[in-house]
């Protein structure tokens, strides 16, 4: 199978600005793998992020069959590894997308959909996953901005 000049020149444009001036100081990678130890563990990662942690609505609009909710909040990581994040990220921004009226009462299922390398913004989850994941099976997404 041959490769599509299109994936050619997708992957020259977007895959070679990544880690171009390396993966950040030996300091910070020690201290990465050292806070992964924590997160690998049930017993403590459950307990790193508060239930009523802070998360900022910006705006609610109903879109048709669905209302689109968006937001932002400030990472719990700059909290458990200070000064490892540039400023830049450290502010997540999200939309969720909701059905005007669950299915069942008790369960409201909820999808988290993180970006692919190179999505940018949330219009193609929302328009090409998520909606259709709601419209068929009733299940709400959260639509995570990549930082970068």
Same mark, same amino acid.
């Given at each position: 199978?041959?490769?599509?000049?299109?994936?050619?020149?997708? %992957?020259?444009?977007?895959?070679? @600005?990544?880690? !171009?001036?390396?993966?950040?100081?030996?300091?910070?990678? @020690? %201290?990465?793998?050292?806070?992964?130890? =924590?997160? $690998? #563990?049930?017993?403590? /990662?459950?307990?790193?992020?508060?239930?009523?942690?802070?998360? #900022?609505?910006? $705006? &609610?609009?109903?879109?048709?069959? /669905?209302?689109?909710? +968006?937001?932002?909040?400030? $990472?719990?990581? =700059?909290?458990?590894?200070?000064? =490892?994040?540039?400023? &830049?990220? +450290?502010?997540?921004?999200?939309?969720?997308?909701?059905?005007?009226?669950?299915?069942? $009462?008790?369960?409201?299922?909820? /999808?988290?959909?993180?970006?692919?390398? *190179?999505?940018?913004?949330?219009? %193609?989850?929302? =328009?090409? !996953?998520? %909606?259709?994941?709601?419209?068929?099976? *009733?299940?709400?997404?959260?639509?995570?901005? #990549?930082?970068?």
């Amino acid at each position: 199978m041959t490769v599509s000049r299109l994936d050619q020149l997708y %992957r020259r444009l977007l895959l070679t @600005k990544f880690f !171009t001036r390396g993966w950040g100081k030996p300091d910070n990678l @020690k %201290r990465l793998f050292a806070f992964r130890k =924590i997160l $690998s #563990n049930r017993d403590t /990662c459950q307990h790193l992020v508060a239930s009523d942690y802070p998360i #900022n609505i910006d $705006s &609610e609009t109903r879109d048709g069959d /669905c209302i689109i909710l +968006e937001g932002h909040f400030t $990472s719990p990581f =700059i909290h458990h590894l200070p000064g =490892i994040m540039p400023k &830049e990220v +450290e502010t997540a921004s999200f939309q969720m997308i909701l059905p005007l009226q669950w299915q069942h $009462s008790t369960v409201k299922p909820v /999808c988290i959909h993180l970006a692919g390398t *190179g999505d940018h913004y949330f219009w %193609r989850r929302r =328009i090409f !996953t998520a %909606r259709p994941l709601l419209k068929e099976s *009733g299940i709400a997404s959260i639509l995570l901005e #990549n930082p970068y």
